[in-house]
């Protein structure tokens, strides 16, 4: 996109928000970089250049905008769509892999060397790993100067950087402002419905490329909540986070314009990789509009476009959490498999406490299961072998489901697993693993939907006809099911 200049040019002088995040415009006359969208007067085209990343921007010496703040756009969806090494590498940056691990951590966990890594980066990118986890660290540091009283040696360190001067100079650089004239500029601005009355909590806004329809995004993760974990109060869907540091409980709640989201840490270092997870479990980062026109092209799918677009796909915090809900939902009702994973909860899972709740637990990692008593599971015995054989593999590494998984080499390893059948490794793939093409023809809400609308019931055919939907099956699916009354459809009163 940013290589198209003309297109791009347009798309600043429209101050077109679809193209927030997915490329930047530097102003070669003030060194100042903007999303497309600022509100400010265009400049000339010939005082514009773009870059497709933050990180770029300010490796070639511009600093973000005051006004529009595009160091908050919504990330590019590029990451989401692709499976080869760059998009990995992207989804893995964006798990905070490289402040946790390093670059070589990076390459080894996708099968290159670190100086390939670096090159195809760079060429795609305009910045290496490096350079994009010091953007995404100073994203963090702005949010935690303006949104908490954290004294400023603590969010240096919480946000990852090495050390206080580096700290400083990055946020001088990236912001033209230094950490107490950010805090001083933020402590003016007006106090919003969704700042936080609890000490500790941290509240932001998510942004997202409109439109967002937020009934089947919701009111899935609220009808298939496990009790103690996940829970629907006042308006929000709230739950619990397994982190790197330690553990949170987050709150989300669907806006006009933004997801609103609270967010109580035990350690602030964990807040980049906190924020990651909650736009990935809402599929914030997608491009509705490219979605939508693909799918209108279908006259079948067309009036359900129409009616309600902006659908996302329901995701997850955890992929190895949801690939055990998913066995545990294999031929059961919604009702059952949370019935199933609230007693895996209460017999394994870690207590947290919850002052602003009712929520309990933590759900209990591979490890924790790996053990089981299979004659203490209340489960078909084929079912618990598929269980205790999945729950094996993820705990000793040799299922990996992280974000940097190659999804074609997951679904092969996932088909090997008794009991794994295309059913159970595709709604894997969708929501865990977030393909956005994962398809699930032998759906019973997927078939009756079609059938419905009068295309093809039976997988095979119905498999075929959505290959004109391709690579966007996993938005269809959403559509489909959409045509039925199921509790997963509708927003909780």
Same mark, same amino acid.
């Given at each position: 996109?940013?290589?198209? @200049?003309?297109?791009? !040019? ?30 400010? !007067?265009?400049?000339? &085209? /010939? ?11 300010? +490796? ?32 893995? =940056? ?11 951590? *990076? ?22 790993? *490096? ?13 935690? =100067?303006? %949104? ?6 603590? =969010? ?16 001088? /650089? !990236?912001?033209?402002? %230094? ?73 989300? &709640?669907?806006?006009?314009?933004? =997801?609103?989201?609270? $967010?109580?840490? @035990? ?11 909650? +736009?990935? $479990?809402?599929? *914030? ?13 279908d006259p079948l799918l067309a009036p359900l476009v129409e009616r309600a677009p902006g659908r996302r796909v329901p995701r997850t915090v955890d992929a190895a959490e949801f690939a055990v809900r998913a066995v545990l939902g294999q031929q059961v009702s919604t009702a059952a498999a949370r019935t199933h994973a609230a007693r895996l909860v209460a017999?394994?899972?870690?207590? !947290? ?6 929520? @309990?637990?933590?759900?209990? &990692?591979? /490890?924790? $299961? ?73 759906? $019973?809400?997927? +078939? ?15 498999? &075929?006809r959505a290959a004109r939907w391709r690579p966007w099956r996993a938005y269809a699916v959403q559509y489909l099911w959409a045509t039925d009354s199921h509790p997963i459809n509708h927003l909780p009163a």
């Open positions: 996109m940013y290589t198209d @200049t003309e297109r791009c !040019v347009r798309a600043v002088r429209s101050k077109d928000a679809r193209f927030d995040g997915v490329f930047f415009t530097a102003v070669l006359t003030t060194r100042i970089y903007c999303r497309p969208s600022c509100p400010v !007067v265009p400049p000339k &085209a /010939e005082n514009m250049v773009f870059h497709p990343s933050a990180a770029s921007c300010q +490796r070639a010496g511009f600093r973000a905008c005051k006004r529009c703040r595009p160091d908050t756009s919504p990330g590019s969806p590029e990451w989401n769509v692709r499976a080869d090494a760059v998009a990995r590498a992207m989804r893995l =940056i964006q798990d905070g892999i490289v402040d946790r691990e390093g670059v070589p951590g *990076l390459a080894a966990r996708l099968g290159y060397s670190t100086r390939q890594i670096e090159r195809q980066l760079l060429a795609e990118l305009g910045a290496g790993p *490096l350079a994009l986890a010091r953007a995404q660290r100073a994203r963090t540091a702005r949010l935690l =100067i303006e %949104t908490t009283p954290m004294p400023m040696a603590e =969010i240096a360190f919480a946000a990852g950087f090495a050390s206080i001067r580096t700290f400083n100079d990055t946020v001088r /650089e !990236v912001f033209a402002l %230094t950490p107490g004239e950010l805090r001083a500029r933020a402590t003016r601005s007006p106090v919003t419905a969704d700042t936080p009355s609890t000490p500790g909590v941290i509240a932001l806004r998510l942004p997202y490329r409109a439109p967002l329809n937020p009934s089947n995004l919701f009111g899935h993760l609220a009808a298939t909540a496990v009790p103690g974990v996940e829970e629907w109060r006042d308006g929000a869907y709230r739950r619990t986070l397994t982190l790197p540091h330690g553990h949170g409980i987050v709150s989300l &709640a669907p806006r006009p314009d933004h =997801i609103a989201c609270r $967010l109580s840490l @035990t350690d602030p270092r964990d807040l980049t990789l906190a924020i990651s997870r909650c +736009r990935r $479990l809402l599929d *914030l980062d997608a491009d509705p509009v490219a979605v939508d026109e693909q799918l209108r092209d017999a394994h899972g870690v207590p !947290v406490d919850d002052p602003e709740g009712g929520l @309990t637990h933590l759900f209990p &990692a591979p /490890e924790a $299961l790996a053990g089981l008593d299979p004659e203490s599971l209340a489960l078909p015995r084929s079912r618990r072998t598929t269980l205790l054989t999945l729950v094996e593999a993820l705990a000793d590494g040799s299922l990996s489901l992280g974000p940097g998984t190659d999804w074609d080499e997951a679904r092969a390893r996932l088909h090997a697993l008794p009991g794994f059948g295309p059913w159970t490794t595709e709604v894997i793939a969708m929501r865990a693993l977030g393909d956005p093409d994962a398809f699930l023809p032998g759906d $019973l809400g997927v +078939r009756r939907a079609a059938e419905g609308l009068g295309l093809p019931s039976t997988p095979a055919a119905l498999t &075929a």
